[in-house]
């Protein structure tokens, strides 16, 4: 049996980064379509606090957004439409939060934890068939944007990293890809000037 590698892109603009990575396995919010997560497994995962409106932007609304722009381009080339998972947001929020808290944007953390780690570490068992004996076992897109305070709404900021992704061939082939089923949106924000906002996108 074949299996894919994780799938994973950065992408720039002006004052915003983005990156993706697509990982490869076999196979609540109350307004979102909620779809349960595997088992955890290997001890509980880290602590994931929900994050709290920070200068002038809330974050889970961001996240929101950004999941309806991304079904909006699916929909838009009569793709599929993600489910938002909230297993799956547990795992790009806790990443959000560590690239905000340590000042760092990759797929990768400083002590080398790979977007396969963490959908280990928390204990997610993606598998999503590709094809004749493939499967994906994930994927991230990352997005990072620095403005003056009150500069960008939720709205602005979500067009932009949805619009960032798809003019990155990386992060577009991972955004349309047709075999993911859902996503996990998770945002962190960082108070200073600029303002810092770190996005981040799991896939199954």
Known sequence: MRRRTFLGALAAGASSLAGCADLDLPPGDPSLPEVPGSPERDGPPPSVPEPTPTAGIDPVALERRVHDEVNDARGARDLGTLDFDTALRRIARYHSADMAKRE???????????????????????????????????????FYVGFAPSSLDEDAIARR?????????????????EFWRREGIGVAVAEGVPVTVYVTQNFC
């Open 104 to 142: 760092y944007f990759a797929h990768e953390s400083p002590e080398g934890e790979t977007v396969e780690d963490r959908y280990d570490r928390f204990g997610y068992d993606c598998r999503a068939p590709t094809g004749a004996f493939e499967y994906a076992t994930g994927g991230e897109n990352l």
């Open 161 to 177: 990293a949805v619009e960032g992704w798809l003019e990155s061939p990386g992060h577009r082939r991972n955004l349309l890809a």
